[in-house]
């Protein structure tokens, strides 16, 4: 019985031997290599945000067709801390009613703003709520508010039109900039074309006026040459 029991013993611990040094050499003949490259690459989509925000215009452009219908559907995201109704309470963000054109930071029924946003003093206008709308984080380090922000710049604008609606203020929108107006830049560097242009232009002499046939160069502009000439009525 004991000889029955120490070979099924002997048996399986073979098997068991066995199976270990097949797991082994599985695991060498498969071992798979680490890629070059992890994941898939999607070609262009770093190209096209790039070329995103190189043509992005000034905001400007941007207010002077905003529309606040819009601006109203796009506030919904930030319902969760706020509204904008007269007379509304605060919650975890400030009741934003005639924000527009009030001190930063200041005011909105006692609520207890950071000192990050504090700090930034000035008035809310379209131009401070858009970089506040942008990024809040960039715009005043340490802010309380965790909202990440609104990346375009349009959906900014409308936002601001709304709220602009939403106060007694009502600043007036600025107008569309104009596609054809030329920089200074721009001008100067034509003006500067134009004169080397004028700079290059060959200047005849007297003798290559002289040469030239009678009617290409007459009338009181046209320049003396040099010698004596026939009058022609004699």
Known sequence: ???????IAGWALGAGIAA???TIVTGEYFRAERPEKMGYTVEGVEQEAGEAAAEEKPFAFYMSQADAQKG???FKKCTACHNADQ???NALGPNLWNVVGDPVAQGRGGFAFSDALK???GTWTFGTLDPWLKSPK????GTKMTFAGLSNPQDRANVIAYLNQQGDHHLPL???PSAGADSPDKAAAEGKDAAQKAANEPVQTEAQAAKQPKGNVAGEAAPATSGRQKDRRE
Request: hydrophobic share 40%; net charge neutral; charged share 15%.
């Open 1 to 7: 019985m004991n000889d029955r029991a120490n070979t």
């Open 20 to 22: 270990l040094g097949l």
């Open 72 to 74: 109203a559907d796009v």
């Open 87 to 89: 007379g509304g309470p």
């Open 119 to 121: 700090s930034k003093g």
């Open 138 to 141: 960039a715009f005043a380090p």
């Open 174 to 176: 600025p107008p569309a």
